[in-house]
């Protein structure tokens, strides 16, 4: 079985070397520089994307060791008929053009195990940024977060256990069923002027001047959510509130256990396919 890997961060580099040791599969990666991407490109039977496929009309990360960029409909154009790709929420038009092509097309977002794999390791790299930034580090802070979904979830989880004093706040009181830490309402501004450090996982707009407005000085933001994002930075610049906008965490501060990850929920689908 062949395998290409397009794109991406240091993580593809991780799964790359699992996948590689499979018996009968044999790895190729164009991804950070790695080869020349050309027309004469061997076909491949699976095809592995990013989390974010598209940065315009070519792959993100996808640079050649030339650096020209590979583009997504190039890439696709390699799978063989009755092949599959792995990719983040592809258009539905492509996705139903793959599928004429009798293509398995796997959403890293739709694999349950992968995505709390990756809300652990997103928590883990926050406790890390926190640590840089927070006087009190995670241990001596108290940290307000938004949301209550698998990442606010495990970021709780973890900065509890390490000693942090966490406070919740969800749009939904009846998400919280399982939530065994302090509920702020949505969002209550006394909470907000009590918290160290402030961490949306909300992608949609849900900290704006209002909110900002409550934030004692000292305290900053950590954004873990991804577009259009919870919090407005023009109007935190405009304040002077740090915020930190901290996209594709496992990548960078977890590369290798996440790219373990990737490589595992594609082995886990390939045999559930038999495909290996």
């Not at 496929?53 to 060791?65: H, K, L, R, V």
């Not at 809300?119 to 006087?135: D, F, H, K, V």
């Not at 594709?248 to 886990?268: D, M, N, Q, S």
Request: hydrophobic share 40%; glycine share 12%; proline share 4%.
């Amino acid at each position: 079985m062949n395998i290409l890997i397009v794109g991406g961060d240091a993580r593809q580099i991780y799964c790359a070397g699992r996948l590689a040791l499979e018996p009968g599969v044999k790895v190729r990666r164009m991804t950070l520089g790695t080869e020349n991407f050309s027309g004469e490109t061997a076909p491949c039977d699976v095809l592995l994307l990013p989390y974010k496929p598209e940065q315009g009309s070519s792959i993100a990360g996808s640079a050649d060791i030339n650096g020209e960029e590979v583009y997504l409909s190039d890439a696709l154009n390699l799978v063989k008929d009755g092949g599959a790709v792995f990719a983040g929420k592809m258009v539905d038009g492509i996705v139903n053009s793959l599928k004429a092509r009798k293509i398995a097309v796997h959403d890293w977002f739709s694999d349950e195990a992968l995505t709390l794999a990756n809300a652990r390791l997103t928590a883990e790299g926050a406790s890390q940024i926190i640590t840089r930034n927070a006087p009190g580090g995670v241990s001596g802070s108290k940290i307000l977060i938004l949301g209550w979904g698998r990442v606010a979830k495990a970021c709780a989880g973890l900065f509890g256990k390490m000693g942090a004093g966490v406070t919740v706040a969800a749009r939904r009181r009846e998400t919280l069923t399982d939530c065994i830490y302090s509920y702020a309402g949505f969002i209550d501004p006394e909470k907000i002027s009590e918290a160290d450090v402030i961490v949306n996982t909300i992608p949609a707009r849900v900290f704006g001047e209002e909110e900002l407005s409550h934030v004692k000085k000292g305290a900053f933001i950590l954004e873990l959510a991804s577009k259009p994002y919870g919090i407005d930075f023009d109007k935190a610049r405009e304040l002077g509130i740090p915020a930190i906008l901290a996209s594709g965490v496992p990548g960078k501060y977890t590369p290798e256990e996440a790219g373990l990850e990737l490589a595992e929920a594609v082995l886990r689908k390939l045999k559930e396919g038999d495909g290996l």
